[in-house]
């Protein structure tokens, strides 16, 4: 079994930042990539970033240029730093993990709120 436990959200106000972690832990192998998806109240789950295990990244256009997402592969650990952030970008966190062994394995976060309000 795999677990993620994501840590560092919060209340922050507009123009603020916040460092989002997220630890992978168990029978890990073989990682494809890593990333962050986030979901507003009455809207759908959305990719903020992802990067892979040979440091590839990709990112949602609303967030290009204030978010960085970064990964420590000994630690199993990808990290999303949040600057520049609006009120927009509140919404629910999720990790994501994918790993490829004879087919794809997908795991996700238990979500940390984000909320970005004055």
Do not use: H
């Amino acid at each position: 079994q795999v677990q993620l436990v994501e840590s560092g959200g919060g209340l922050v106000q507009p123009g603020g930042s916040l460092r989002l972690s997220c630890a992978a832990s168990g029978r890990i192998f073989n990682i494809n990539a890593m990333g962050w998806y986030r979901q507003a109240p009455g809207k759908e789950r959305e990719l903020v970033a992802s990067i892979t295990s040979s440091g590839t990244t990709n990112y949602a256009d609303s967030v290009k240029g204030r978010f960085t997402i970064s990964r420590d592969n000994a630690k199993n650990t990808v990290y999303l730093q949040m600057n520049s952030l609006k009120p927009e970008d509140t919404a629910v966190y999720y990790c994501n993990l994918e790993m490829q062994l004879f087919r794809q394995y997908v795991y996700w976060g238990q979500g940390t709120q984000v909320t970005v309000s004055s």
